[in-house]
Structures are given as C-alpha cells and as structure tokens.
C-alpha cells in the first residue's frame, strides 16, 4: 500500500508511510544542490511510499543525499537497506550513542525491545520479533555525530540537534528555512 505525503513549506515534505493499522512519517528537506531524507520508515517504505512521493512532487530521486536517522527504532531505520539498493551513494547520519544498533536489527531486538527481559521478566513476543526481521534490514551507518551538525543541502542549511530521551541518541532537525522543527519520536502525541 502506498503512502500518502503532501508539501508542508516550500521544500519541507511530509510523507506518511504504512506501518499497519498506523503510520510512519519520513520528512524530505530539498534544497537547491541535495535533499535530506529524515527516516527510512521499514524495509516496504522506501520503493512503496518515498518513491512515488518524490515522482508526484517532482523530487528527483537521485537527489537523496542524505538519510538522517532519528533513532533506533525498526519503524525508522528498516528501510535502510532498501533505500541504500535504490540510491548507492545515499549517506546515513545517525547519532553515535544509536549508531550501532541502527546497523544491527538483531541488537535492536536484544538490546533495545528485550531490555526488560533478564531483570524484569518483561519480554516481546515472538510475533514481534518477528515482525522485526521482516520489517527491517540494516545497513552500517556512514556519519556518526555527537553533537549539533549542520548539513548543506545548497541554499538551505539543516542543523541535526542531540534530543535524547526516547533513545540515548535520539536526534532532532531544525530547519531555519521554514523555522520547522522535526522530532520523529522526541516527542509523542498521545503518550
């Protein structure tokens, strides 16, 4: 099923991919030289949501320069590997305090989704385990950061901001273009 996305500023897209009965939504900041892919969504989400989303809105694909990953979450890093087979040159930037499980969905499931399993006995099902696999298929990031970054995209300079909390290297977007912030799961709606 394909995803649905609109133009929330000039050059700041929204996409919102499925993630079954919800959703997840990667942002496309263009600028004048390169675009920013914030998010991969799941292993389906580049070539059933991005995709489509960049022929209708006239973003080419080649463009993608840049894939800032906001944390280690399979829903926001499983469509790494998809999107590195479609765009070879495509750079992953994710904060180093998530870095290594993002390149490891194995560590993700163990380190991260089972974390209460030992001391707790608070474990996943292996339904949801998986559901991981399927959804996600890692690749090694290329740029990890540890403080602010700034990204050149031509014309347009976004800044990569440290926002930890929902995971230690949870990371944030600001762009001073629109005077839009992008928080991926920094901040939750309903919770």
Do not use: K
Request: glycine fraction near 10%.
């Amino acid at each position: 099923m394909e995803g649905t996305g609109r133009e929330l500023a000039p050059g700041l897209h929204r996409i919102e991919a499925p993630l079954g009965q919800r959703f997840v939504a990667c942002y496309l900041v263009a600028g004048e030289e390169a675009t920013l892919l914030f998010d991969t969504g799941v292993a389906e989400t580049p070539a059933g949501s991005i995709v489509p989303y960049c022929e209708s809105a006239g973003i080419p694909l080649d463009s993608i320069r840049w894939a800032v990953i906001s944390h280690c979450d399979v829903d926001h890093m499983g469509g790494n590997a998809a999107l590195r087979s479609l765009l070879p040159e495509v750079r992953f930037l994710a904060h180093a305090a998530d870095a290594r499980l993002i390149g490891d969905v194995e560590a993700i499931i163990e380190e991260r989704y089972r974390e209460f399993r030992d001391a707790h006995g608070i474990d996943i099902d292996e339904g949801m385990i998986e559901w991981c696999r399927t959804a996600a298929q890692a690749v090694a990031v290329d740029v990890r950061i540890d403080g602010m970054t700034e990204l050149d995209l031509g014309g347009r300079r976004v800044s990569v901001l440290p926002t930890p909390g929902h995971s230690d290297g949870s990371i944030s977007l600001w762009d001073p273009t629109t005077r839009a912030a992008l928080t991926s799961d920094a901040i939750l709606g309903d919770s």
